[in-house]
């Protein structure tokens, strides 16, 4: 398995530009994620998706979309960049183990990291 | 909202215990994950412990929750330099596949 691949690993946009960040998992995992991770901030969760055609807003959604129309794919899309959007960008994909009520284990894909100049 | 506290930086000597600390809000939470990051890379999940446990062991690892005052922490016995990474503290909520992250705590091993 390949786990968690994203495309592309950097990125420099100008601001007013659009772009797509690519995600996908080939672990069969319902659950997906998009992160950004700023210095010194941690993780904040832009958008998550529980399922091919399901998704929901995180903590930080604005200024992005997505979608996700196979269960494989969690494409993050970005239009009129900003500086502000300047960061390093994490998909990443989950399972629920176990039984009903298991924990929800991770796995991340090794970022991109997107520049807006 | 739910919060996630940790300190930033942690620096020890190889061969010695790290002790990395976390404090978290929502009483709620059900499961605490402790997950590593080596410089350009994503996060890896290192282990977790239930909120119904108040100690895990896997090898060089022990987890202690203290529910009642919110606190965990992770021990690395033996640090090595490859434990060199960002080790983040993360909280979920059962019912909600997301977690919530802290912001990490720099652990450098000095040989």
């Known amino acids: 398995n390949a786990g968690v691949t994203q495309t592309p690993k950097f990125r420099i946009l100008k601001i007013g530009q659009s772009m797509t960040l690519q995600c996908t998992q080939d672990?069969?995992?319902?659950?997906m994620y998009w992160y950004r991770q700023d210095p010194g901030m941690g993780l904040k969760l832009i958008y998550y998706s529980v399922g091919a055609g399901i998704t929901d807003k995180g903590e930080v959604p604005n200024g992005y979309n997505v979608s996700r129309s196979t269960t494989e794919d969690f494409p993050l899309r970005l239009e009129l960049a900003a500086p502000s959007q300047t960061s390093v960008y994490f998909c990443a994909s989950s399972y629920r183990s176990g039984l009903a009520g298991g924990p929800y284990e991770q796995y991340f894909g090794p970022g991109t990291r997107l520049t807006v100049t | 909202g739910e919060d996630v506290e940790q300190s930033l930086f942690l620096s020890v000597r190889e061969g010695d215990s790290s002790v990395i600390n976390c404090t978290y809000t929502d009483s709620s939470s059900t499961y605490l994950y402790w997950y590593k990051q080596e410089p350009g890379a994503g996060l890896q999940l290192l282990t977790y412990i239930f909120s119904n446990m108040d100690m895990k062991q896997d090898q060089r690892l022990t987890v202690l929750l203290n529910k009642k005052d919110k606190h965990l922490s992770l021990r690395i016995a033996d640090t090595q330099t490859g434990d060199s990474a960002i080790y983040f503290c993360a909280e979920s909520n059962s019912g909600y596949s997301t977690l919530t992250f802290g912001k990490g705590t720099m652990l450098l091993v000095s040989p």
């Open positions: 672990m069969n995992h319902n659950y």
